[in-house]
């Protein structure tokens, strides 16, 4: 197996890991909801909508619901709901290490995924400035591009500016973007990519680009 078919398969399993994690999500979310259902003051219980139906749901409707409880009832439901919240962080702890796989193995691809019927310019890296000003921003975006240049890929590099009259400490620049020219698959390995036995490169070029300005075409 090569190690882009290797990332292929983990990117699958990432899929079959996130609808699991959110079933279990749900199914949880469902005996939350009877628990604190139960222990819901009568007018207040009226009011609640239907178990969540996905994580987000459970995450948004569980605050409202704790709230809604008396002091006395949330101490009483404090054992139950830390045995839930443990499998929620089991859950979670499978997500984390399902990403981190397709991460490592995006790593170590030797070289562009470009896939040219599919490919265009696309954003890999985005640094943003801050207060601080932006040369470490800078370098650190010129690394991500000499890295994607020495793995093949077509790259351009753009100083994006702030929108026209706009006041900044740091200056007329707004964000450093490294793009290169690849297809989707490519888009999600490139972000990690990491090349072995470096050689020097040249110095980057930044092009100015306005704020909402289209890249120019290829």
Not at 135 to 143: G, K, P
Request: include cysteine; charged fraction near 25%; aromatic fraction near 8%.
């Amino acid at each position: 197996m090569t190690p882009f078919d290797h990332w292929r398969t983990l990117r699958a399993a990432l899929t079959v890991t996130l609808a699991e994690v959110e079933a279990e999500y749900v199914r949880i979310g469902a005996e939350a909801f009877a628990l604190y259902r139960r222990n819901m003051p009568a007018k207040k219980r009226a009011k609640m909508p239907g178990p969540p139906t996905s994580a987000s749901e459970f995450a948004s409707q569980s605050r409202v619901w704790h709230t809604a409880l008396t002091e006395e009832a949330r101490a009483d439901l404090n054992p139950a709901l830390e045995e839930m919240a443990t499998r929620l962080r089991l859950a979670d702890d499978r997500t984390v290490a399902a990403r981190k796989a397709l991460r490592e193995a995006a790593r170590v691809i030797p070289a562009a995924v470009v896939g040219e019927r599919l490919a265009k310019w696309r954003l890999i890296r985005e640094d943003w400035l801050t207060i601080n000003g932006g040369s470490s921003h800078r370098s650190h975006a010129e690394f991500t591009a000499h890295d994607l240049m020495h793995l093949g890929y077509q790259v351009r590099c753009y100083a994006r500016l702030h929108p026209e009259g706009h006041r900044s400490v740091t200056g007329p620049v707004r964000a450093f973007e490294v793009w290169a020219w690849t297809c989707d698959e490519g888009e999600q390995i490139a972000r990690y990519q990491t090349p072995t036995n470096k050689v020097p490169e040249p110095p980057i070029r930044w092009v100015s680009l306005a704020a909402d300005e289209e890249l120019p075409a290829r």
